[in-house]
């Protein structure tokens, strides 16, 4: 007998929720939680030059689990998650170019961990200068340098050091573009400013608007003139 009144302000309470309260009543609902993030990797670097380290660093994978990497198919490297989910790595990039590569080589780094899995890649090029014709009347010989893997940022000089060892010129050649600091110039006099005289003379290329023996990095090319 004494649970009618009970089950009467019961069916109130509900009648009152589907009526003009039912509003208020949806707003109440808790919204369900966001998706988790998705795996990711990243590299410290978009180019490296060749046998150069590279960093890897993760997050979003589960704590404390078995991680494997493959680079363009093949098996890379395995490794375990720290207790947050993250990637700690540090591995290096090939140490040669590919046969019949252009200067800049393209790679996929995949990581997978249980059902995760992220991608990354990055490109491998080596420190090189060159110039073509190597020969002809110095006089009038144009030549286009073609110079790779100096990376961005700062300008490409070309420093003429004499048989003597002394420096006899300091000739900017522009800045090198893209990830890897590639530079291509225009048709250009092999000697701009001056007339060499015979003997081994030596043709540094560096981002040092000045010329150094030490300057690190740099390519030297001897050049002979008889």
Not at 52 to 64: S, V, Y
Request: glycine share 12%.
């Amino acid at each position: 007998m004494t649970g009618r009144p009970s089950i009467r302000r019961l069916v109130a309470g509900v009648a009152a929720l589907t009526g003009a309260g039912a509003g208020a009543a949806a707003l109440a609902i808790p919204e369900s939680a966001p998706a988790a993030a998705a795996p990711l990797i990243q590299l410290n670097r978009a180019c490296y030059q060749t046998a150069q380290k590279a960093d890897l660093r993760g997050k979003g994978f589960d704590p404390t689990s078995h991680w494997t990497a493959r680079l363009d198919g093949a098996a890379f490297g395995t490794g375990t998650t720290d207790s947050a989910g993250h990637i700690t790595a540090t591995f290096g990039v090939p140490s040669h170019l590919r046969k019949r590569s252009t200067g800049e080589d393209s790679y996929k780094l995949v990581v997978r961990e249980g059902k995760h899995s992220a991608t990354a890649g990055f490109l491998v090029t080596h420190l090189n200068a060159t110039f073509a014709p190597q020969s002809g009347n110095l006089a009038t010989l144009k030549v286009r340098f073609h110079l790779l893997g100096w990376f961005s940022g700062g300008s490409l000089y070309l420093h003429y050091v004499s048989p003597s060892g002394a420096s006899r010129q300091d000739r900017k050649l522009g800045a090198p573009g893209g990830s890897c600091g590639h530079l291509t110039t225009a048709p250009l006099k092999l000697f701009q400013a001056f007339t060499p005289k015979q003997g081994k003379w030596v043709l540094q290329f560096d981002k040092s608007a000045t010329y150094k023996a030490t300057t690190v990095p740099r390519v030297a090319i001897p050049y002979k003139i008889s």
